[in-house]
Nanobody, 127 residues
């Protein structure tokens, strides 16, 4: 198990940027594929981005491709989500998730594939 704590959310105007961070506890962070999901009021949780254990593989939802970048620093046990050109429809609670992955290159897009979740951080984009 790994404990996850997100930070970096806030209120930003449309077109602005935010960087979310997710700090993980434990010594086995490099064993986990990591992802960001988000949930807007009245909507289901949706996939945003994922990165493999080995940094080499990433995958993005079509709605954020070209605007968001996921990265990780295994030495700091942290995964990041750089969000640029933010839109009001990006408003949501953003969750960090971790999956213990045998594959160094595996990326996973379904929420039920992840068994470790953070508490979420609110991102609000005003128009």
């Amino acid at each position: 198990q790994v404990q996850l704590v997100e930070s970096g959310g806030g209120l930003v105007q449309a077109g602005g940027s935010l960087r979310l961070s997710c700090a993980a506890s434990g010594r086995t962070f490099s064993s986990y594929a990591m992802a960001w999901f988000r949930q807007a009021p009245g909507k289901e949780r949706e996939f945003v981005a994922t990165i493999s254990r080995s940094y080499s593989s990433t995958l993005y939802a079509d709605s954020v491709k070209g605007r968001f970048t996921i990265s990780r620093d295994n030495a700091k046990n942290t995964v990041y989500l750089q969000m640029n050109s933010l839109k009001p429809e990006d408003t949501a609670v953003y969750y960090c998730a971790a999956k213990n992955s045998i594959s160094s290159y595996g990326v996973y897009v379904r929420a039920n594939q992840y068994d470790n979740w953070g508490q979420g951080t609110q991102v609000t984009v005003s128009s």
